[in-house]
């Protein structure tokens, strides 16, 4: 977007939203609307995210493929080895044990929970009545120092250890633009159970027409994306639980 | 749009921009600065309602006198705050009993009244299980002691107002909404003073009501509990109409009723009833109609203001628990009881698990115990950190301590920072009873404490470990001293020993409290109606926490010793300017302040010896108001600093040492800050609850603000610097960076931890270069980039930048980027080592779009430390030397790695290499194999380390040390040099005859050779 272009937008938007309230629907629709058109996030069949991951003092790099159709894979590199660490094929979901290195299938409860998860891309806003999901309009809060609509929304039920456990998420969109620029989610396992991860999202860049944060980041770790490709053509492979290694 | 327009149009905005006072509030003005919740959780907190989920035995809530509702789902293991912001004293929680995985409501307002309890501001509804809350009302109400619901109708809801415990109030009773909230009649009224202290619901018939009514009033100096209002009441057409249910009840005016509805049987009630007579356990087995006296026991009738609540076992309606100093159990329908348990004093609620009622969950004074064996053995919940700080202080150590006292729970010190976090076990204590206010002597290691009422005030040497008892007492021919429940002492700026006490009169010691002196005559009222030495109403209660007419803050300038400043719980403001000789009672010139409004503090300038500031809370009259005044003028004149900005009446200010404008103001509901010397507030509310404030002190070699919170613990907002430096000037700008100290490579550091997951531990705060800068804007769109370089330009890191309006801190933990290390089998962890940088000066250099922003960062080594110039200089080398050692190894088995995989290639495809093609995989390999390791794993399964191995690990040791490498270091970094030479001899050897000899094959088969990057850029990659 070029620059006159956005502050006319902004303009227009700063008017339009101090003469009318906002649903969620409308705000959702503006937010697919200003990054690229829901028909063409609706056309997206893939993404390869090339990035760098920044945790506990140290710079991985790393690869993650997700595909409309749920697989996923985080391919990383470490100490100069370059290895799949851990992906979904639709139906196993695995990852590389710590230790040694190896491929381990997750729990069949992760799996169950990954496979639930698979509608959620490239947005769980996406054509959310379809997906089941429900959205409400909390209200307006100043998150990031920057006003923002706080928009809920409520997906399938997770299993938590043997319980059904409601899967909320609450995303707050910049009035401004529309776009979200945090992301809440409540942690439900392990001694950090019941506490909030606030993810922050910015450098939203145009890739082919839709927009895409570029940078991502938490208080444990940061994703800075250097390159988007979209609709990827990869080898089934890549997906796949490496059997017999 | 023409592009001059446009031009013309922005022009026009930024004048208006100039013209206009840039007034940012709340989250736009401090942007991710951040608050630290260091508890501690040790001694918890005064818990006032639980409640389990009906069909969930995870699932617990705590509903805490001033820390909010805490959820736990996990079976009581640990909980979690979800009502951080809104009022954080509770009456009830509930949960619609035919949602409750999502339906929560919420009556805030303690409704256990003791002296020092906060306020509520209504009712509360989740929808999703705690995520998100909606007021639905009572906004006046106080406190609301209890919920009710249809288990068949969620929308018809019962609500009783137990009411405003200072005043009058109409909005008390039962209240009855048959709309799920959306309107509500009040179905049953006695008087301004009476409120509903209990519903009950027959859980077999929800037409049938039980509520009990209280008459009730507290004063500054005085508690009445009973009247001719407090009275049982029943009803069986779902709140229509209302009758006494008093047969077998004593007569004459009665204070606090307990009931309980027995749930495996409704017909079986108990109520324990305060009265003059005959008071006690009472017993109905025909649902009301009839009651029977069947126990007096001391544990069943004590101060029934504090532990009206008793619990019948959901199973047997023969075993109950009635709350108490103890808590006491019946397993004989009531009629004996024996104690529960050892745990903290004073139980307000107990639950039973829903499925084993040996398991229970206790709210006590000091937290959430769990039984397992029916109430005999208790375990305290270790990370609810709801202590209840009245005062707080903090010291000049490094790191500093933090001074308090809390609710019943003692007095303790601590730091505010400890290596693995601040664990339960950094904690002193330093007092018992209920604990105040706590002073650190300013050149001794001597503390100051003191219990309620001053009843004793402890002078203890922590060197020596002895305490020595050091109150003020009166003396002969003069009048007996009276000391506030929270009674004031001070400490000098000017003269160490000096040490100062407030009864009626002001009190100083010149030897640390061994010896006083009265340096003031009565400086309250001394209003005799306010005296009340018989408080309590029905049942006595003298604890002397109703002690009134008595100084209650002390100030003496820092600029001028004889300047002292004392306010009195009265509504007195006095000042001497002449160290005690005359006194000045400056209130009458405070205008807009009502009479008698209890001074709760007073700060005298830093900056001003005629300034001071005056905080009043009228909360023990009912008057909720804020009050906050100024003087420059030696209280000639004040001028009130109260705008619409602030929630709550306020307790503390504090002045800020550099900037006279920076106000930091403590409220019933959190903590004000202003930057504009009053015109503007804004509540701080970044990982800061709307806890009530009661203390606030700044650390004057940190900058941290530090916050006594009553209910939430200790909570620190690190270097608030920045804060200082939001002028109009800089909050114009684009980008800001704060000016900053220099920042210093800690050298100390030691070994910490070891608390359980379940264990609260306090953050510890960042020992890293801050980095701190305004955005005019929050960045969301393009690129955003924040690199450290060196003074020559020179890229040493790049960091994730934060991208919030206001202020944003990112740290820098002083290292540059680690070495490239060559690929093994597995990893090895000392090859994540990064290099730390050389003290000196570097820049921040934030890039935005196209536009860069720079700021300077100057790195100091540790001064405490002993390490000389050119040992560190020699650290450095051979640190270098070390580093560039791991990338040369690196690029080696780089090298080795390409060769080989090329001659894999080719005779997969091709098998008539093979002869010439194993060789080199054959040499290479066998080379490689003594370079890193190519088996094992990470953890016992390790392979024999290889040089990788070796190399990283004395690498890792040397860049993490501070001194000078020892010889034997020196020499074991030969022989690994050695090795990789030779590695690198061998590995030239083979490339000269096998590699040499497979590429001349492969030229021949025209097949391009094995491709590798220069050294330069296979390190770039």
């Known amino acids: ?245 | 749009m023409n592009k001059n327009l446009l031009l013309i149009f922005a022009a026009l905005l930024c004048l208006q921009v100039q013209a206009q006072e840039i007034v940012l509030k709340g989250k736009e003005l401090f942007g991710t600065l951040e608050a630290r919740q260091i508890g501690p959780a040790l001694m918890s907190g005064r818990i006032i309602d639980l409640e389990n989920h009906p069909t969930n035995d995870r699932i617990i809530y705590a509903g805490t006198a001033g820390g909010g509702v805490w959820k736990s789902t996990s079976g009581g293991a640990s909980f979690t705050s979800i009502f951080d912001d809104h009022a954080q004293s509770i009456g009830v929680v509930k949960l619609d009993p035919n949602d409750p995985d999502n339906t929560i409501w919420v009556g805030t307002g303690e409704i256990w009244t003791r002296n020092s309890v906060s306020i509520g501001d209504g009712l509360y509804k989740s929808s999703d299980g705690g995520a998100n809350w909606k007021k639905v009302g009572f906004e006046n109400s106080e406190r609301i002691s209890s919920i009710v619901i249809n288990p068949k109708n969620s929308k018809e809801i019962y609500v009783g107002v137990l009411g405003a415990l200072w005043s009058d109030s109409e909005e008390r009773g039962v209240y009855k909404t048959i709309d799920g909230g959306a309107t509500w009649e009040k179905i049953l009224y006695v008087n301004q003073r009476t409120g509903i202290s209990d519903i009950l619901m027959d859980p077999k018939d929800p037409n049938t009501l039980y509520a009990s009514m209280w008459e009730f009033r507290r004063t500054a100096w005085g508690f009445n509990s009973g009247g001719p209002g407090s009275a049982l009441y029943k009803s069986t057409d779902a709140g229509k109409t209302w009758k006494k249910i008093h047969n077998g009840f004593p007569e004459g005016d009665l204070g606090r009723f307990a009931i309980a509805v027995a749930p495996s049987n409704p017909n079986i009630l108990y109520a324990v009833i305060e009265s003059k007579e005959d008071k006690g356990l009472y017993r109905s087995e025909d649902a009301g109609n009839n009651w029977k006296l069947l126990n007096g026991d001391f544990g069943l009738v004590v101060r029934p203001f504090y532990f009206s609540r008793i619990v019948v076992d959901p199973k047997n309606p023969d075993i109950l628990i009635k709350g108490g100093l103890y808590g006491s159990i019946s397993r004989d329908g009531g009629k004996t009881f024996k104690s529960m348990g050892d745990m903290h004093a004073d139980i307000h609620d107990v639950v039973f698990d829903i499925n084993n009622s040996d398991r229970m969950y206790v709210g006590t004074d000091g937290g959430v115990y769990r039984t397992w064996d029916g109430g005999s053995t208790l375990d305290i919940v270790d990370n609810l950190p709801l202590s209840q700080f009245y005062h707080i202080s903090v010291d000049n150590e490094e790191p500093y301590n933090i001074y308090g006292g809390l609710q019943d729970n003692g007095s303790w010190w601590g730091p505010s920072s400890s290596t693995g976090g601040i664990e339960a076990r950094d904690w002193n204590r330093i007092g018992y009873g209920d604990g105040f206010r706590v002073l650190k002597h300013p050149t001794k290691n001597i503390i100051y404490s003191e219990m309620q009422g001053a009843q004793n005030v402890w002078r203890y040497d922590v060197d020596k470990n002895y305490t020595k008892n050091i109150q003020p007492l009166s003396i002969k021919g003069e009048a007996d001293l009276r000391f506030n429940w929270n009674a004031p002492m001070a400490i000098s700026d000017h003269q160490p020993d000096r040490f100062y006490m407030g009864s009626q009169f002001l009190h100083v010691s010149e030897d640390m409290g061994t010896n006083w002196k009265k340096i003031s005559p009565d400086l309250t009222t001394n209003d005799p109606t306010k005296q009340d030495k018989e408080s309590g109403g029905i049942s006595v209660d003298k604890s002397g926490a109703e002690t009134h007419t008595t100084i209650f803050t002390i100030a003496e300038s820092p600029i001028d010793q004889k300047v002292i400043w004392v306010g009195t719980d009265d509504g007195n403001v006095q000042i001497t300017k002449d160290g005690g000789q005359t006194w000045t009672n400056t209130i009458e010139n405070i205008k807009g302040l009502p009479k008698n409004t209890w001074v709760y503090h007073i700060e005298a300038s830093a900056h001003n010896k005629g300034t001071a500031y005056a905080v009043f809370d009228g909360h023990t009259t009912g008057d909720m108001n804020t009050y906050v005044y100024k003087t420059s003028d030696f209280g000639a004149t004040w001028k009130s600093l109260v705008t619409d900005d602030i929630i709550g009446f306020a307790r503390n200010i504090q002045e800020d040492y550099v900037n006279e404008d920076l106000l930091y103001l403590g409220t019933e509901f959190g903590l004000f800050i202003t930057i504009d010397g009053g015109k503007n507030w804004s509540r701080f509310t970044n990982n800061m609850p709307a806890a009530a404030v009661h203390f606030i002190d700044l650390q004057k070699k940190t900058n941290d603000l530090v916050l006594g919170t009553h209910g939430r613990g200790i909570i620190i907002i690190d270097d608030i610097s920045p804060l200082r430096q939001l002028s109009q000037e800089n909050l114009a700008k684009d980008v800001h960076f704060f000016k900053a100290e220099p920042s210093i490579i800690k050298e100390k550091s030691g070994f910490g931890g070891g608390s359980t997951e379940l264990q609260f531990v306090g953050d510890n705060p960042s020992t890293n270069t801050k980095i701190a800068y305004y955005l005019k804007k929050r960045h969301t769109f393009g690129k955003m980039t924040l690199s450290i370089q060196d003074a020559n330009g020179k890229e040493i890191i790049d960091l994730t930048p934060g991208k919030s309006k206001g202020i944003n801190i990112i740290t820098w933990n002083h290292r540059k980027k680690g070495p490239k290390v060559a690929a093994g089998k597995t990893f090895t962890y000392g090859g994540f080592t990064a290099p730390r940088v050389a003290a000196g000066t570097y820049k921040a250099v934030l890039s935005k779009g196209k536009k860069k922003f720079e700021h300077t960062i100057v790195v100091k080594n540790d001064p405490d430390s002993q390490i000389t110039k050119e040992e560190r200089v020699n650290h450095a080398k051979i640190t270098q030397e070390l580093f560039d050692d791991m990338e040369k190894l690196a690029y080696l088995v780089y090298q080795i790695n390409q060769n080989v995989k090329k001659a894999q290639d080719v005779l997969e495809k091709d098998p008539s290499s093979q002869k010439i093609a194993n060789a080199v995989i054959k040499e290479l390999n066998t080379l490689k194999e003594t370079l890193v390791v190519t088996s094992g794993d990470n953890y016992v399964a390790e392979a024999e380390p290889q040089l990788r191995e070796k190399l990283s690990k004395l690498y890792s040791k040397v860049a993490n040390q501070f001194e000078k490498p020892s010889a034997s270091t020196i020499e074991n970094k030969e022989v690994l040099e050695k090795r990789l030479n030779d590695g690198e001899i061998l590995f030239q050897k083979i490339k000269d005859k096998q590699v040499n000899k497979f590429n001349k094959y492969l030229e021949k088969k025209e097949i391009a050779p094995a491709k590798a990057l220069s050294f330069e850029d296979f390190i770039k990659k």
């Open chain 1, 1 to 245: 977007m070029n620059t006159l272009k956005s502050i006319l937008v902004a303009l227009v938007l700063a008017i339009t939203t101090s003469f009318y309230g906002q649903t969620a629907d409308e705000i959702i629709n503006n937010y697919f609307e200003n990054t690229g058109g829901k028909a063409n996030w609706e056309k997206l069949d893939g993404v390869t995210m090339k990035g760098v991951m920044k945790m506990q003092g140290m710079e991985i790099p790393f690869e993650q493929v997700m595909m409309k159709d749920g697989r996923q894979a985080t391919t990383i590199e470490l100490q100069g080895n370059k290895m799949v660490w851990g992906a979904f094929d639709g139906e196993t979901y695995w990852s590389r044990n710590q230790m040694t290195m190896e491929p381990e299938k997750t729990d069949s409860e992760t799996t169950e929970n990954m496979k639930k998860q698979v509608k959620d891309w490239p947005s769980p806003f996406l054509n959310y009545k379809e997906k089941g999901y429900t959205v409400e309009l909390i209200g307006k809060e100043t998150m990031d120092g920057t006003e923002t609509f706080k928009v809920k929304i409520t997906k399938d039920p997770l299993l938590i250890n043997g319980q059904s456990q409601p899967n909320i998420s609450h995303y707050y969109f910049d009035t401004e633009n529309f776009v979200p620029i945090i992301i809440e989610e409540t942690i439900n396992e392990g001694p950090m159970k019941g506490k909030t991860i606030k993810l922050s999202i910015s450098d939203y860049q145009e890739v082919e027409g839709l927009y895409f944060p570029f940078s991502q980041s938490s208080e444990f770790q940061s994703m800075n994306f250097k390159e988007f490709d979209l609709n990827p053509e990869l080898e089934k492979t890549l997906f796949a639980f490496p059997e017999g290694k």
